[in-house]
C-alpha cells in the first residue's frame, strides 16, 4: 500500500492505495453529455507512463526522429510534453486538497483539466492535480508526478492474484449497460447501449489485430466476439489471401490449435501482465484484452431463455429478462484505436498506414 504526499510540504494528499493496471479507458472520450462513471475502484491506483497533458505541441513542430523515438510512428494531431507517469485515482480517495473551479478548461458540464491541474495542496498551495468530471469523460483525480511523491505504508503490499484466482473470481465485464445522460429537459435519462469500455478495449485490440493480420484476412470466434471485430476487419482488410485465424486463449482455456497465428488473451488487472501460453502458441501474435472483457467472450453469463418464476430451478442465477439488445452495431473507439495503431510499428506498412490515413472515412460509416 501506498499514499501519495505533497512534494512541496509533505502533507498527505491520499488515503492508502494499491497498485493496479490502467484501464483502456482512461483518456475514453465517449459520446457527447453522457455521464460516465469513477474510472478507478475505491483504494486503487495506476500510473501512465506515457506524458499526458499540457503542453501539447502539434505534429507539424515535432521532429519525426524525435516521435519515433517516444514511440509514435504515424502522424497524430498533437503530443504531449507534460510529464510522463501521471497517477490516477478515484476522486473519494483524495484527502487535504483544495479545488480551483476557475480552471475548468474548456468543459461545458465540470472540468476537464485542460488549463492544466485544478487542485492545489490546502497545507502550501502548490498545484498537484487534475480534477476530471466532465460531460462523456470518466471520472478521475490525476495527480501531478513531479508535484507528489509516493510512500510506503502498512508494510509490504498484497501480492497480485493468480490467474487461477482471477478466474475463481469471476468478475467480468457486461457487454451492455445503460447509459446515463446530463441535461435532458426531463431529468437523467437512459438507454441500453454497448459499454464504453468494451469499445475502449475493443478500438486497442483492433490496433493489434490488424497489426498481426500482415495484411491478410482475419477470422475471429463465432458470436460476440464476430459481432464486435469481424465487420472491421472485413470491412478495412482484403478479401483475397488466406485468412489468419484469431481464437480465445488464456487460463483454463484448452490450449490452441497450432494453425492459430492470434490469440486473443488476457492482461492482468493489477500487474497489466499480458497472458502467455506455453509451448508451440507462445510465438502466436498476443493481441491483449482487459481481463473482464476477456473473461466475458471466453464463458459468458448465463441467462435463462424465459424468466423464472416461483422457486429458482437449478442453474438458473436470476429470473430477470435479459437486457436489451444496443439499437446499433458495435463500433471500437476510435481515439483508443488510433492511439494504439501510431504506436505499433507495423504501422509504418503502407497498406496499414492507408488504413490509418482512411479512419475519418470509416467512421463516418459507423465502422468506428
Request: aromatic share 8%; glycine share 8%; hydrophobic share 40%.
Amino acid at each position: 500500500m501506498f499514499v501519495f504526499v505533497c512534494a512541496g510540504c509533505g502533507a498527505r494528499l491520499t488515503t492508502p492505495l494499491s497498485q493496479v493496471a490502467l484501464p483502456a479507458h482512461a483518456h475514453q472520450k465517449y459520446g457527447n453529455g453522457i455521464q460516465l462513471p469513477v474510472l478507478m475502484e475505491s483504494g486503487t491506483f495506476a500510473v501512465d507512463p506515457e506524458p499526458w497533458g499540457p503542453p501539447w505541441r502539434r505534429w507539424e513542430e515535432i521532429d519525426p526522429e524525435e516521435a519515433t523515438a517516444r514511440g509514435v510512428h504515424a502522424p497524430v494531431h498533437a503530443l504531449s510534453y507534460g510529464p510522463p507517469g501521471a497517477i490516477v485515482i478515484a476522486p473519494g480517495d483524495t484527502r487535504g486538497t483544495l479545488l480551483i473551479p476557475e480552471k475548468r478548461g474548456s468543459a461545458c458540464c465540470g472540468l476537464d483539466g485542460a488549463d492544466g491541474p485544478n487542485m492545489v495542496c490546502e497545507t502550501c498551495g502548490l498545484p498537484v492535480a487534475s480534477r476530471i468530471d466532465d460531460c462523456s469523460l470518466w471520472q478521475a483525480v490525476w495527480l501531478a508526478p513531479d508535484a507528489v511523491h509516493r510512500l510506503p505504508v502498512g508494510g509490504a503490499d498484497t501480492a497480485p492474484l493468480s490467474w487461477e484466482e482471477l478466474m475463481a473470481q469471476r468478475k467480468s465485464t457486461p457487454p451492455v449497460e445503460p447509459i446515463a445522460t446530463w441535461g435532458s429537459r426531463f431529468g437523467t435519462s437512459y438507454w441500453w447501449s454497448w459499454s464504453p469500455q468494451w469499445e475502449a478495449a475493443a478500438g486497442r485490440a483492433l490496433a493489434h489485430l490488424l497489426a498481426a493480420s500482415e495484411g491478410r484476412p482475419v477470422t475471429v470466434p463465432d458470436g460476440l466476439a464476430e459481432d464486435v471485430f469481424q465487420r472491421a476487419l472485413d470491412a478495412v482488410l482484403p478479401a483475397g489471401p488466406p485468412a489468419r485465424r484469431a481464437v480465445l486463449a488464456g487460463p483454463a482455456l484448452p490450449a490452441p490449435d497450432a494453425d492459430a497465428g492470434i490469440l486473443l488473451v488476457p492482461t492482468h488487472p493489477q500487474t497489466g501482465e499480458t497472458w502467455t501460453p506455453a509451448g508451440p502458441a507462445a510465438s502466436a501474435y498476443p493481441v491483449p484484452l482487459p481481463f473482464g472483457v476477456w473473461l466475458w467472450l471466453a464463458s459468458p453469463e448465463p441467462h435463462p431463455s424465459v424468466p423464472a418464476s416461483g422457486t429458482m430451478p437449478a442453474g438458473v442465477l436470476r429470473d430477470d429478462p435479459p437486457a436489451p439488445r444496443p439499437n446499433r452495431l458495435f463500433r471500437a473507439d476510435a481515439a483508443t484505436f488510433h492511439h494504439t495503431l501510431v504506436r505499433l510499428p507495423a504501422v509504418r506498412s503502407p497498406w496499414l498506414g492507408e488504413i490509418l490515413g482512411k479512419l475519418s472515412r470509416h467512421m463516418l460509416t459507423c465502422l468506428f
